[in-house]
């Protein structure tokens, strides 16, 4: 092997490192964007479903007042029936008998008057609530769909650039020895995917431990492979 190839070597393997850590990136930002557009839409979702809870709490007090106006009317036709026989009684014990009945219809006349107010009374909070959720939902819709179509412009430009590297990376993998490579590969693999570090300040740049002073005379002939004695990474000389 020659001394340029060598050091064209040492270059593709810099390179190679810098495009597997930017497609390591890449990769791992595309694989948020389908969870944050999945909370940006459950969180619009739960919005919509709290609107369409007040909304059908709204009904269900319309029904309620409705039935509670029936029986209003049922007992005041009660004490007006009962009122009449009070008057037509033939004894006192009948008599008594059409008082207490009016006296009962009168409180049952008095709780549901009690409950329609009660009934009204929500009613108005949970329009006031109707009022305000469709708002937020109108806003939070808008609000979504811009969101989203931001993440889906960003999904297809982080797509695009890491195709573009996988090229690139392609095309280094191809000019590289297999010996190499597998070397590359194997310390990538165990290294967390930092194979190639540079010796800035007579250090190894991956685990930060120091270089001895010849070895880094040797790695700076690039005339072969110098592995960090400590975590085992390729040493290649710091350039500013």
């Not at 740049?205 to 040797?218: F, I, K, S, T």
């Amino acid at each position: 092997m020659t001394g340029a190839y060598l050091k064209e070597s040492f270059t593709r393997l810099q390179n190679l490192q810098v495009l597997d850590s930017e497609i390591k990136t890449l990769s791992a930002k595309l694989e948020e964007i389908p969870e944050r557009i999945r909370k940006l839409k459950l969180s619009a979702e739960q919005v919509r479903k709290q609107l369409n809870t007040t909304k059908e709490a709204i009904i269900e007090h319309k029904k309620l007042y409705k039935l509670a106006e029936i029986e209003l009317r049922s007992a005041e036709e009660k004490i007006s029936s009962y009122s009449v026989q009070l008057y037509s009684a033939k004894t006192n014990e009948q008599y008594k008998a059409f008082l207490k009945e009016i006296e009962a219809q009168k409180k049952v006349k008095s709780a549901v008057e009690d409950r329609m107010i009660l009934l009204m009374e929500e009613a108005e909070t949970l329009e006031r609530q109707r009022a305000v959720s469709e708002k937020e939902d109108a806003q939070l819709d808008a609000d979504t769909a811009r969101k989203v179509a931001a993440l889906e412009d960003e999904q297809r430009e982080l797509t695009t650039a890491k195709k573009e590297r996988e090229e690139a990376r392609a095309a280094i993998i191809d000019s590289l020895q297999s010996s190499t490579l597998k070397l590359y590969e194997r310390i990538r693999k165990n290294r967390g995917g930092v194979a190639v570090v540079t010796t800035k300040g007579e250090r190894c740049n991956g685990c930060l431990n120091p270089v001895p002073a010849q070895r880094m005379l040797e790695i700076d002939r690039l005339d072969r492979i110098y592995t960090c004695e400590a975590c085992g990474r390729i040493l290649v000389p710091h350039r500013e």
